[in-house]
């Protein structure tokens, strides 16, 4: 079974650019999860999906992020513009459903200059 | 919301030896505690969890025990080995439906 899959790895990107990143979760998989890791720091929750519904978005930076899983399938995360603060890595992961086990993707490495 | 402290930060520990790392947790209605394993450069990997009802687990060289009462819980890695060496991160799923992870052990194990 494949994992969650996530693109680019790896992003640099000047600052006030914009970037996307990409979730592909577990299949069957109905929840899905993105978080910010800063170096040296767990996962922090950004937004949650059940299916294609954002449940829990209380976190994300609104004036400059957005997300996105139209089909309940794959997700979107953006980001624009970019400031210097929001490199880090990008997790994604996702559940069968919310309470279960968490999967999580091989992140994107976030460099802004 | 759900704060989740960890502790130490780091650890190192002889090959062959035992190694607990400890979180605390705040929200009395959390009922699902994940411990994820994070080698540098890549993802989290579940190893372990447990859930509220039951108060140990293991699994070969690890285990987890759970203290409702006093909120806390615990990862017991035993006979480790320099493959064990990694960040350790704790988590808690509360109420609110949210994973709230802990700051991270840093694990080494000297061969």
């Known amino acids: 079974e494949a994992g969650v899959v996530q693109s680019p790895r790896y992003k640099i990107i000047e600052k006030k650019q914009p970037v996307a990143f990409w979730c592909n979760p577990i299949s069957g998989h109905n929840t899905l999860y993105w978080y910010l890791q800063n170096l040296g720091q767990g996962p922090e929750l950004l937004i949650r999906?059940?299916?294609?519904?954002?449940?829990?978005d209380s976190q994300l930076p609104k004036d400059r992020f957005s997300a996105e899983r139209l089909k309940g399938v794959d997700s979107t995360l953006k980001i624009q513009p970019a400031e210097l603060g929001d490199s880090a890595v990008y997790l994604c992961?996702?559940?069968?459903?919310?309470?279960?086990?968490?999967?999580f993707g091989p992140g994107t490495r976030l460099l802004v200059l | 919301g759900e704060n989740v402290e960890q502790h130490p930060s780091t650890l190192s520990v002889q090959e062959g030896d035992s190694a607990v790392i400890k979180c605390t947790y705040s929200d009395s209605a959390s009922n699902y505690f994940p411990w994820y394993k994070q080698e540098l450069g890549k993802r989290p990997q579940l190893i372990i969890d447990i859930r509220s009802n039951v108060g140990e687990k293991k699994d070969q060289r690890i285990a987890v025990t759970l203290n409702k009462t006093a909120k806390h819980f615990s990862l017991h890695i035993t006979e480790t080995q320099p493959e064990d060496s990694a960040v350790y991160f704790c988590a808690a799923w509360d109420a609110g439906n949210m994973l709230t992870f802990g700051g991270g052990t840093r694990l080494m194990v000297k061969p």
């Open positions: 999906y059940e299916n294609e519904e954002a449940v829990d």
């Open positions: 992961a996702s559940s069968v459903t919310s309470g279960e086990t968490q999967y």
